[in-house]
Nanobody, 116 residues
């Protein structure tokens, strides 16, 4: 069964850090570009970071220099290290394969709440 499971979210104070994990099952992440997305209440789901199969990364301006995306193909997982968190980072975070044609079923996401 193809599945993406996000974990590592929580409640943190402004300026704090969290590390999110995206674990895949039922398929290998090795050959895919993967993105981390977030959706705040009442807003659309936006991509905040991505990593290609070769390890090249890209970030939204709002998180650049604060977030770091990485992957461990041996563990079939992708990570998002989030530092210097701000209240505006509060959202449900999801991971998925890039490209609409390749997208997998969305997971439940992991809630990140940053208090001021």
């Amino acid at each position: 069964q193809v599945q993406l499971v996000e974990s590592g979210g929580g409640l943190v104070q402004s300026g704090g850090s969290l590390r999110l994990t995206c674990a895949a099952s039922g398929f290998s992440l090795d050959y895919y570009a993967i993105g981390w997305f977030r959706q705040a209440p009442g807003k659309q789901r936006d991509m905040v970071a991505s990593i290609t199969a070769g390890g090249s990364t890209n970030y939204a301006d709002s998180v650049r220099d604060r977030f770091t995306i990485s992957r461990d193909n041996a563990k079939n997982a992708v990570y998002l290290q989030m530092n210097s968190l701000k209240p505006e980072d509060t959202a449900v975070y999801y991971c998925n394969v890039l490209g609409a044609a390749r997208r997998k079923p969305w997971g439940q996401g992991t809630q990140v709440t940053v208090s001021s």
